[in-house]
């Protein structure tokens, strides 16, 4: 096990979001490290969403609430006075923010102003950090990876949230944080990430998941979209060691963070439905492309190499291993096993693996 996870034993942290995907398999692990955890957040959107199905409500604190709403958001701040602050909460569907622009960039945007009005306001606070997308970058289709100094931007509503919301960040920063003593706020940016206990609508795993479950053909609408793919360990793995070494060096390790697979996490959508489908046992795919469909970028990754130099970070698990971790969950939950002992046994053996 990394020496760093042993920092949460008895931190108090705020994680906004803890009932989406990310934000339940973050909250169970900080749990697990001995951190008294809180989340903020909507309800769980399915009964079979990962937040529900591992018990997460017994197991933490959770404030429901909207991050739209400031005055209930300052509450919970003014309440439990976090030590440590993970923002996950956000409208997360490229395709949802084209049919509901204004709930995107109300609840990226706006609703990210209201948590920096909060951390503003919160003097227990040491460590930030400010979770957004890899498609925060104005996307040029490279075939290299995007470095966090690169323009910012986005064709979709969604894009162009994320990447509104790190420019609200930055001047957060210039404003008011950067001049305050003992604090530090990063934001985080990863690519598409992989795991048990997403069902999301309109996202290519859970739609492949689902009709493999349902013996159904799994249909792909924008098959040649190419991605960096990897388990959704590996960017929390990424924000949790950089949240330690904020507390550690607030100023140092301030700033935008990219969080990725190596370049051979690099696949189409045609090639990981492929890879899901064999490690299944199973299935067959259609590709049903629509003539009016929604703008979906082509190709986007990240350079990583700041993370690698500075944190020590690397991915632990390759395409391979990821597919396989992603599969046994979604294979053990539906033929009945613990959906909470499966999470626990995947955060544990992330921590005891090496770096690839």
């Given at each position: 096990?990394?020496?760093?996870?042993?920092?949460?034993?008895?931190?108090?942290?705020?994680?906004?979001?803890?009932?989406?995907?990310?934000?339940?398999?973050?909250?169970?692990?900080?749990?697990?490290?001995?951190?008294?955890?809180?989340?903020?957040?909507?309800?769980?959107?399915?009964?079979?969403?990962?937040?529900?199905?591992?018990?997460?409500?017994?197991?933490?604190?959770?404030?429901?609430?909207?991050?739209?709403?400031?005055?209930?958001?300052?509450?919970?701040?003014?309440?439990?006075?976090?030590?440590?602050?993970?923002?996950l909460a956000a409208q997360a569907?490229?395709?949802?923010?084209?049919?509901?622009?204004?709930?995107?960039?109300?609840?990226?945007?706006?609703?990210?102003?209201?948590?920096?009005?909060?951390?503003?306001?919160?003097?227990?606070?040491?460590?930030?950090?400010?979770?957004?997308?890899?498609?925060?970058?104005?996307?040029?289709?490279?075939?290299?990876?995007?470095?966090?100094?690169?323009?910012?931007?986005?064709?979709?509503?969604?894009?162009?949230?994320?990447?509104?919301?790190?420019?609200?960040?930055?001047?957060?920063?210039?404003?008011?944080?950067?001049?305050?003593?003992?604090?530090?706020?990063?934001?985080?940016?990863?690519?598409?990430?992989?795991?048990?206990?997403?069902?999301?609508?309109?996202?290519?795993?859970?739609?492949?998941?689902?009709?493999?479950?349902?013996?159904?053909?799994?249909?792909?609408?924008?098959?040649?979209?190419?991605?960096?793919?990897?388990?959704?360990?590996?960017?929390?793995?990424?924000?949790?060691?950089?949240?330690?070494?904020?507390?550690?060096?607030?100023?140092?390790?301030?700033?935008?963070?990219?969080?990725?697979?190596?370049?051979?996490?690099?696949?189409?959508?045609?090639?990981?439905?492929?890879?899901?489908?064999?490690?299944?046992?199973?299935?067959?795919?259609?590709?049903?492309?629509?003539?009016?469909?929604?703008?979906?970028?082509?190709?986007?990754?990240?350079n990583c190499d700041k993370a690698?130099?500075?944190?020590?970070?690397?991915?632990?698990?390759?395409?391979?291993?990821?597919?396989?971790?992603?599969?046994?969950?979604?294979?053990?939950?539906?033929?009945?096993?613990?959906?909470?002992?499966?999470?626990?046994?995947?955060?544990?053996?992330?921590?005891?693996?090496?770096?690839?």
């Open positions: 096990m990394d020496n760093y996870f042993s920092f949460f034993a008895g931190k108090r942290v705020l994680v906004t979001g803890d009932t989406g995907f990310k934000g339940a398999w973050l909250c169970l692990w900080l749990k697990d490290l001995g951190a008294e955890v809180v989340g903020f957040a909507l309800p769980p959107e399915r009964e079979h969403d990962l937040y529900r199905v591992i018990g997460l409500e017994n197991l933490i604190h959770h404030v429901e609430g909207d991050i739209r709403d400031e005055a209930s958001l300052r509450r919970v701040f003014d309440q439990f006075q976090p030590e440590l602050f993970f923002h569907l490229v395709r949802r923010s084209y049919k509901e622009p204004k709930l995107t960039f109300d609840t990226n945007v706006g609703g990210s102003v209201n948590v920096l009005e909060a951390v503003r306001r919160t003097p227990s606070l040491r460590a930030v950090i400010y979770v957004t997308s890899d498609k925060c970058y104005k996307n040029q289709e490279w075939v290299w990876g995007y470095r966090e100094n690169d323009e910012l931007g986005g064709h979709d509503p969604y894009s162009a949230s994320k990447a509104a919301a790190e420019m609200v960040l930055a001047g957060y920063w210039q404003s008011f944080f950067a001049a305050r003593p003992g604090l530090g706020v990063a934001s985080v940016r990863a690519g598409n990430v992989l795991g048990g206990g997403d069902w999301a609508e309109d996202r290519v795993v859970p739609d492949i998941i689902r009709n493999l479950m349902e013996r159904r053909p799994v249909t792909l609408r924008h098959p040649e979209a190419t991605r960096p793919w990897q388990h959704v360990l590996e960017p929390l793995g990424g924000y949790l060691l950089l949240a330690v070494r904020l507390y550690e060096s607030p100023k140092e390790f301030a700033g935008p963070w990219n969080f990725g697979p190596s370049g051979e996490g690099m696949r189409s959508v045609h090639q990981l439905a492929e890879e899901i489908i064999a490690g299944w046992g199973e299935g067959t795919i259609r590709i049903e492309k629509q003539a009016d469909v929604l703008h979906e970028a082509g190709m986007l990754h990240l690698r130099r500075r944190l020590g970070w690397r991915p632990k698990w390759d395409l391979a291993r990821t597919v396989a971790e992603t599969v046994r969950w979604y294979k053990g939950y539906h033929h009945d096993e613990s959906p909470l002992a499966l999470s626990r046994s995947q955060i544990n053996n992330y921590m005891e693996s090496g770096n690839d």
